[in-house]
């Protein structure tokens, strides 16, 4: 036992330098980004600070501008160009030529420059915050846990798994082939196209990106036009941690347009990854079609959050309002069916609506409103619309939010949340996708009928089961025919960025994050060569040689038999047989004309 003791002291000495190493903080050069542009220091001229109305009878896209303004004020914020195709394909066919460089860096290199976007978005939060929320609407504490968290957690999960992932991965050979060596290879697929949504301006541009980049691609991305204004600046910070990284130029190109900037990116790329609605994600499959490129599509969703009775009521009540009205009601997919067993409905609902009437609407910067404004234009009439399905139907609105300190010119821009009971699935607001600060909430008696509820939707994005009993709550979720789930949680599952992130039905399909999404970045290549290279080497036994032998069938019946047969003694047989084929002389079957 006596040599085991300097085994362990060293184990101990490593595990010590080991720490120590992790308290010293990297050598992770800083950058300098120009924020003149998106800082409110309240010194804009008239022209950036008056208040924007939509253009009657022209539309942006004749004007070939991407107007921007804040939807929480309607403060003009600028213009960015809309693309015209041509342009778009000069954008993809210099990151093309950017890729080819950038496709022999090392995880080094691309460690390095994950790094600098980290310390930089770590330490410029709230400027990224105010940013996003400006352009949103939605609150701070919002566009911190959306934006900032997930995209540090992304690139924290990279750093440290991600060079594991795209070696390549060697893989069982089988019986037949157990002389060869089997493995999986990942290499770049080249330029990746991205049409991201508006909701999370800053985490829906550096989640594509992220991925490409680290797995040795180039990136286009289209940002929303509702969004144009954040996007744009937050390419200045990859611009300049690429730049400071010695990466290729366009190696990542931000573009701003329309409808037919999207299309001509979708024709000129190799993969397509798009955030959106389902009418979208299906024009977007019908062009990829044409150049038979893989994609991936997030679409919408309408996710179930199901309570049963032996729950903490109180605790479930917060996590339902918060997962209702994440994102400043000005939306990201939150939950938007509320199932709750009947024995505690009262109980539940009650307390939901004591939380959101003390929920406000207001300017979101101003910080004392729970909720920002809604992004797009006209969106609130949508959801007045659903809202009045329901009560026509027999809903009734227990509660309703207050608004805050809102101008005049900009209440539109606004919906107050909403509580409404004794819905069903008859309703629009059941079935459609509201993307508001709305809590339809329904009755359930047994959990065979909630799955039954939650399967019922043409969405298949997530879902979140509570009950005291995990052992029920994991019986309840694994029936629900969605993508992502969440035990006695909400929304839990994206910070965790090991996990894939997607969904099924018209939600859409493919992933991102995790495993999963990094390779669908990469060009999946097998390969096998020999594993004793050059003494055993693949030679076409000579039964089977052409021209084959009269027995060459009996032949191939016993290596069968040889490598998969279940029976011990028919698989002796079958050697017997097969090393009489080698050493027994066969004459070649005769050629019929």
């Known amino acids: 036992m006596a040599f085991l003791w300097p085994l362990i002291v060293l184990a101990f000495a490593y595990a010590i330098c080991r720490f120590l190493f992790m308290l010293i903080p990297p050598n992770v050069p800083s950058i300098d980004v120009d924020a003149s542009d998106v ?45 015209t195709p041509v342009e778009v394909k000069e954008r993809v066919a210099q990151a093309r030529k950017a890729q080819k460089i950038w496709a022999k860096s090392s995880f080094k290199q691309r460690r390095l420059f994950l790094r600098i976007l980290l310390n930089y978005i770590v330490k410029h939060q709230q400027l990224i915050c105010e940013t996003s929320s400006r352009d949103t609407g939605k609150t701070m504490v919002d566009a911190s846990l959306g934006e900032i968290m997930t995209t540090c957690e992304k690139i924290t999960w990279l750093l440290s798994e991600g060079e594991r992932w795209l070696k390549p991965e060697y893989r069982s050979s089988g019986r037949s082939m157990f002389y060869k060596k089997s493995k ?40 929303s ?12 910070i990859i611009q300049s941690a690429l730049a400071a990284v010695g990466a290729p130029e366009n190696l990542v190109e931000v573009i701003t347009g329309f409808a037919e900037t999207g299309e001509a990116l979708v024709s000129s790329v190799d993969k397509m990854i798009f955030v959106g609605s389902p009418g979208v994600g299906k024009m977007i499959m019908r062009n990829a079609s044409e150049t038979l490129i893989p994609v991936t599509l997030e679409l919408g969703g309408k996710d179930a959050f199901i309570v049963c009775e032996d729950v903490d009521v109180d605790r479930v009540a917060c996590i339902a309002v918060r997962a209702a009205l994440q994102s400043s009601g000005q939306n990201c997919a939150g939950a938007e069916r509320f199932y709750v067993h009947r024995d505690i409905y009262s109980s539940f609902v009650s307390k939901v609506a004591k939380i959101v009437k003390s929920v406000s609407a207001g ?55 909403t509580v409404i009971e004794n819905v069903d699935h008859t309703m629009k607001l059941m079935q459609e996708e509201a993307f508001g600060p ?54 839990s599952n994206y910070l965790c960025q090991s996990l894939p992130f997607g969904g099924v039905k018209d939600s859409g399909f493919g ?30 036994p ?26 011990i003694w028919d698989r002796l047989r079958a050697l017997v047989n097969v090393i009489k084929f080698f050493t027994e002389q066969h004459s070649p079957a005769m050629v019929r004309s």
Not at 542 to 567: H, T
Request: hydrophobic share 40%; charged share 20%.
């Open 511 to 540: 992933r991102f994050a995790g495993v999963e999404g990094l390779r669908a970045c990469c060009l999946v290549k097998s390969v096998v060569e020999d594993r004793w290279w050059p003494f055993i080497k693949t030679k076409i």
């Open 225 to 236: 036009e509702h969004a144009s204004w954040s996007g744009c600046f937050y390419f200045q």
């Open 184 to 223: 999986v290879e990942f290499h770049p697929l080249g330029v990746i196209g991205a049409i991201v949504s508006w909701n999370y301006p800053f985490h829906n541009i550096f989640n594509p990106m992220l991925a490409a980049v680290f797995s040795g691609n180039s990136i286009v991305i289209k940002v």
């Open 438 to 491: 709305i809590l339809p909430i329904m009755k359930f008696s047994t959990d065979e009928e909630a799955v039954g509820l939650a399967n019922d939707s043409r969405y298949g994005l997530g879902c979140a089961v509570f009950s005291g009993s995990q052992r029920r709550a994991k019986k309840i979720a694994s029936q629900i025919h969605c993508g992502v789930v969440a035990i006695n949680d909400f929304a």
């Open 363 to 417: 300017p979101p910067l101003a910080g004392k409103y729970d909720m920002g404004a809604i992004c797009l234009q006209e969106h609130s009439e949508k959801l007045e619309s659903l809202v009045n399905d329901a009560l026509d139907k027999g809903a009734k609105i227990v509660v309703r939010g207050s608004f805050g300190n809102i101008s005049e010119g900009a209440v539109d821009q606004f919906f107050p949340p």
């Open 542 to 567: 000579k039964p089977i040689q052409y021209p084959v032998a009269e027995n060459s069938f009996e032949f191939q019946e016993s290596l069968v038999e040889l490598f998969y047969g279940l029976d």
């Open 39 to 83: 800082l409110d220091d309240g010194n804009q001229t008239q022209e950036n600070s008056f208040i924007y109305i939509p253009p009657r009878g022209r539309t942006q896209q004749a004007d070939r501008k991407v107007q921007c303004y804040e939807p929480a004020t309607m403060k003009y914020l600028g213009y960015y160009p809309a693309l």
